[in-house]
């Protein structure tokens, strides 16, 4: 039974958000910079104008998120008062109960996501650990969950790299999430990944522990200034391994850029690898590897700037991108995030892509 004090919990929460958004001031942004799509020029610089369009619909989407939950939230109070009344069933109050209270949580959680690089796409870079043909099989249960995660919320999936397992499995794999917010929801993955269960390529099916890593960096676009000396690099080519086609095995198409920078503030060496696979073009390869070390550089300024707040917060938890983050326990039926504490039974649907009381959980835990 929906109590009084749970709708007025809803109430309260609308109206705080309200304030946090700052609703009104996003009303009259919005109505400036809309204005400014109407100059008579405003086509002649195709690339600006598309900008501006965005930075509209951005601005748009926030208003309307907020008024499609304060009518939520109007029209349950009015349920519960026809619920009194008998006008309304218990069962259409709880219903419409539980979708108000889904639209509070979703706004609430994209409101934690205020850093420039939230808004961005996602990098997720996937690689198994020791353990041999179980963890590269492992590796690639976990391409497929966030695979399917992705296709769930609406991003579309990019496979960047793939190198396969010599039997089975994945022993790393690339993949891009293009759309807003991605980088936001799936920065809450980076870290060691293990997993435990009865395994099926054991003879006596023994119970077998297995690691993969999963590194996530926001992928940078055009507004986000990162200079690379082409000093620093150099590049590689090979062929290219897995499907694809004949054309795949004869051409070297895959390319292989290895990044020798320094770091700007410690004179630290920087040093990365990354090679591409996705098309049959050696041009675009090169131009896709270009990006994902532009998106990597980005990411380890994230990096240090998020280890200097930590020092100067002590009482934040700390977040250790390479620690054992969560362990999914497939004959205890469980999966756990040990920093957070949050956890269910639901293995196979956790495999199949429902992540977010996890990501909900680290954003509104951790980031709060």
Request: glycine share 6%.
């Amino acid at each position: 039974m929906i109590t009084t004090e749970q709708i007025k919990d809803l109430v309260r929460r609308r109206d705080d958000l309200y304030r946090y958004l700052a609703i009104e001031d996003r009303r009259i942004a919005h109505e400036e910079e809309q204005l400014k799509t109407t100059a008579p020029d405003f086509w002649d610089h195709p690339e600006e104008a598309e900008k501006q369009l965005k930075k509209v619909a951005t601005i748009k989407s926030w208003i309307d998120d907020y008024e499609a939950l304060a009518t939520l939230v109007d029209d349950l109070e009015v349920m519960a008062d026809f619920a009194k009344e008998g006008a309304a069933t218990e069962d259409e109050l709880q219903n419409h109960f539980a979708k108000t209270l889904e639209a509070t949580e979703a706004l609430e959680m994209r409101n934690m996501l205020r850093g420039e690089e939230d808004k961005l796409g996602a990098i997720v870079d996937i690689n198994s650990g020791a353990g041999g043909t179980e963890s590269l099989d492992w590796a690639s249960m976990l391409l497929r969950m966030y695979t399917r995660w992705g296709e769930r919320n609406g991003f579309k999936v990019r496979v960047q790299d793939f190198q396969a397992g010599e039997e089975v499995g994945v022993k790393s794999a690339t993949l891009l999430f293009e759309g807003d917010y991605a980088y936001g929801y799936l920065k809450s993955e980076s870290g060691v990944h293990r997993m435990v269960r009865l395994s099926p390529f054991n003879a006596n099916n023994k119970r077998q522990t297995t690691f993969a890593s999963v590194f996530v960096s926001p992928a940078v676009d055009d507004t986000i200034e990162i200079t690379i000396n082409p000093a620093d690099y150099e590049w590689d080519t090979y062929r290219s391994s897995g499907a694809g086609g004949q054309n795949v095995n004869k051409v070297e198409t895959g390319v292989r850029l290895r990044y020798h920078g320094k770091d700007a503030d410690t004179g630290e060496p920087v040093e990365f690898l990354i090679e591409n696979t996705e098309t049959r073009s050696q041009l675009m390869n090169r131009e896709n590897a270009l990006r994902i070390l532009r998106s990597k550089l980005y990411q380890r300024e994230l990096d240090k700037r998020m280890a200097l707040q930590n020092e100067l917060e002590k009482g934040k938890k700390r977040i250790e991108w390479g620690s054992q983050i969560r362990s999914y326990v497939f004959d205890d039926r469980r999966v756990k995030d040990h920093r957070t504490g949050h956890q269910t039974s639901a293995v196979e649907a956790v495999m199949d892509g429902d992540i977010d009381a996890f990501i909900k959980a680290y954003l509104m835990g951790v980031e709060s």
